[in-house]
């Protein structure tokens, strides 16, 4: 298991940009993956992207393909999502998330660790 914290949400106006931040602590990062979901007010939480911790290979949702960028930093232990052309539909709490597999995951079901999430607002 491994542990998450969250960081970088705010308020941005829409075309802005925001970078979020994972911290992620513990001992198990054999295939490691992970992840970002958001979930805006009275909505299911959703996929937005992930990354394969060791190996190469990343997923986005197509609402955000072209516009996020999922990556990581070893030295750190951090993941980044770095979102740019931000639209007011972006507005949510992000949530970043760990599991464990060979393949990508895209389910929520499929991580076993969570942040506490963060606010991005996305005023237009």
């Known amino acids: 298991q491994v542990q998450l914290v969250e960081s970088g949400g705010g308020l941005v106006q829409a075309g802005g940009s925001l970078r979020l931040s994972c911290a992620v602590s513990?001992?198990?990062?054999?295939?490691?993956?992970m992840g970002w979901f958001r979930q805006a007010s009275g909505m299911e939480r959703e996929f937005v992207a992930t990354?394969?911790?060791?190996?190469?290979?990343?997923y986005y949702a197509d609402s955000v393909k072209g516009r996020f960028t999922i990556s990581r930093d070893y030295a750190k232990n951090t993941v980044y999502l770095q979102m740019n052309s931000l639209k007011p539909e972006d507005t949510a709490v992000y949530y970043c998330?760990?599991?464990?597999?060979?393949?990508?995951?895209?389910?929520?079901?499929?991580?076993?660790?969570w942040g506490q999430g963060t606010q991005v607002t996305v005023s237009s």
């Open positions: 998330a760990a599991g464990y597999g060979t393949n990508l995951l895209m389910g929520a079901r499929q991580y076993n660790s």
């Open positions: 513990g001992r198990t990062f054999s295939r490691l993956n």
């Open positions: 990354i394969r911790w060791s190996e190469a290979g990343t």
